[in-house]
């Protein structure tokens, strides 16, 4: 089973405030991805890379940005943090191929922006 | 753009009766069909995944036909039991890689199963 580590796994945060959260997988994936999951509106993609050095924006890029500086690294940023973006984040990682349809996710990070 | 329907909100069901969570889709492409299940507190995970057709996978009693003609792809279940009280979210990605290889996932249904 694929292995995905995120931390930290809680964060309180203040508003205008800047905050990393840090994703971690040790299968040697291509790809990986960040989401947020709220209520009512399931998870969206926030941004994506296809590899060290690369990221995409997602459908929800607006706040947020995000760094792969290594293959089994991928980072999401958020520069000026807004209640707005109390939430709960996942990171995720798939491998290319006919596999590449398997994401594995990480635990979660639970962020609350004040 | 890529979109996928599910039944909305929370699903109730007492063990033992059928399960049928509906899922539905719109692409102009042919895409493939997954179904993620969440239980409290723990991560997504794939259920199911579905390229073909009318084939029917099948994973831990749930299962899900690829229907093209009517975009859907609903997962099913005989008999359902507590350990099914999860949330399940159906996707879809495009069929070729590169950047196609991002899913689009449905807004989600939570079952709850009741004794």
């Known amino acids: 089973e694929a292995a995905v580590t995120q931390s930290p796994r809680n964060k309180v945060a203040v508003t205008g405030g800047k905050v990393t959260l840090s994703c971690n997988q040790t299968n040697n994936h291509n790809n990986m991805y960040w989401y947020r999951q709220d209520t009512g509106h399931g998870l969206r993609l926030i941004h994506y890379s296809y590899g060290a050095g690369s990221t995409e924006k997602g459908d929800i890029p607006d706040g947020y940005k995000a760094s792969r500086p290594s293959q089994e690294n991928f980072s999401l940023i958020l520069e000026l943090a807004t209640p707005s973006q109390t939430s709960v984040y996942f990171c995720a990682s798939s491998d290319w191929g006919y596999n590449q349809d398997t994401q594995y996710f990480g635990p979660g990070t639970r962020l609350l922006v004040l | 753009g890529d979109s996928v329907t599910q039944t909305e909100g929370l699903v109730t069901l007492t063990e033992g009766l059928p399960v049928m969570l509906n899922c539905t889709y719109q692409?102009?492409?042919?895409?493939?069909l997954f179904w993620y299940v969440q239980h409290l507190n723990e991560a997504p995970k794939l259920l199911l995944k579905s390229f073909t057709d009318n084939k029917r996978p099948e994973h831990q009693g749930f299962h899900a036909t690829l229907h093209k003609s009517s975009s859907s792809f609903h997962l099913q279940k005989s008999s359902a039991q507590l350990s099914d009280s999860a949330l399940y979210y159906c996707?879809?990605?495009?069929?070729?890689?590169?950047?196609?290889?991002?899913?689009?996932f449905g807004k989600g249904t939570k079952l709850s199963v009741k004794s």
């Open positions: 996707a879809l990605r495009r069929p070729s890689g590169g950047s196609n290889a991002k899913l689009t």
């Open positions: 692409s102009t492409y042919s895409p493939f």
